[in-house]
């Protein structure tokens, strides 16, 4: 397995592990016209690898006729079935028609476990997706409705909001960020303090220039969770992290190079 995993890395870097694996398949395709399958010049030992990217799944054959191994993303959009003697799969590439291919197991019980940690991993990389996408839908759904100023209109009721304007993520990433101000200063307990207090005034939208009031932003730990779940893909929120982070390692490193100064005198 070690010796497999190593030739796996050799190709794939990204490569973690080997979830699953097959002694020897055949790789067939079906030919529409003739409506009959075809062999493909593809033939040797299966694996099914767990990479630290994605596509976090994928299905390699390591072949044996030729230098060209078979590698095909598994994601939660895998379709796949068995009809005996094959494992039947949709291979769909970007520009190109879909093929039907078959995977032909010299074990029918290896078949049966491939076949199984497959539709495993599809069903679970299916609900993951699914989760992200409606946690990403519903933090875009709240950050509209907190950072979109209320309309102006005569009359006591403001007016309804537009829920279908762009939602500007580093507004919002801004005004949760801007009570955690970083204090430079050492005091007699020598500590970095983090104050809560909110900045008097706005908080500016570095790409729109809109003002996100921070006192609109009162989140609930739910809502809270739905917004960075939606702002961590955003690379504008991460450098505003990153900022807020290194503030902290470099205060803390002063001090404490100051500590040990103070005791390196006495």
């Known amino acids: 397995r070690s010796a497999n995993l190593r030739v796996l890395q ?4 990204s490569i973690l592990d080997i979830a699953g694996s097959a002694t020897h398949v055949v790789l067939y395709e079906f030919d529409n016209s003739e409506q009959k399958w075809e062999k493909r010049n593809v033939e040797g030992s299966l694996f099914v690898a767990k990479r630290s990217e994605a596509p976090r799944f994928k299905l390699v054959v390591l072949n044996r006729n030729s230098r060209d191994n078979f590698e095909v993303a598994v994601t939660g959009n895998f379709q796949m079935q068995v009809r005996d003697p094959y494992l039947i799969f949709r291979e769909e590439k970007a520009g190109s ?7 032909w197991f010299h074990d029918g019980k290896e078949r049966e476990a491939v076949s199984a940690l497959l539709k495993r ?9 699914e989760m992200e996408e409606r946690h990403a839908e519903n933090g875009r759904q709240l950050l509209g409705e907190s950072a979109q100023p209320p309309d102006t209109v005569t009359g006591s009721e403001p007016a309804q909001q ?9 507004a919002a990433a801004s005004a949760l960020l801007s009570p955690l101000t970083i204090s430079q200063q050492g005091g007699g307990g020598g500590g970095t303090a983090a104050s809560h207090t909110p900045p008097p005034g706005p908080v500016s939208a570095p790409s729109t220039g809109q003002s996100v009031p ?5 989140l609930d730990k739910k809502s809270l969770q739905l917004s960075l779940l939606s702002l961590i893909q955003d ?10 982070y290194l503030k ?19």
Do not use: C, M, W, Y
């Not at 921070?214 to 009162?218: A, C, G, R, T």
């Not at 902290?248 to 100064?261: L, P």
């Open 10 to 13: 050799r190709l794939d870097s």
């Open 248 to 266: 902290v390692v470099h205060t803390r490193a002063n001090r404490d190079a100051h500590q040990k100064g103070g005791n390196t005198g006495k």
């Open 162 to 170: 537009d829920q279908s304007a762009p939602v500007d993520e580093a």
């Open 214 to 218: 921070p006192q609109n932003l009162v």
């Open 235 to 244: 690379e504008r929120f991460l450098d505003l992290i990153h900022a807020q």
């Open 121 to 129: 991993i599809v069903e679970s990389l299916s609900r993951i997706e």
């Open 97 to 103: 028609q879909a093929k039907i291919l078959g995977i």
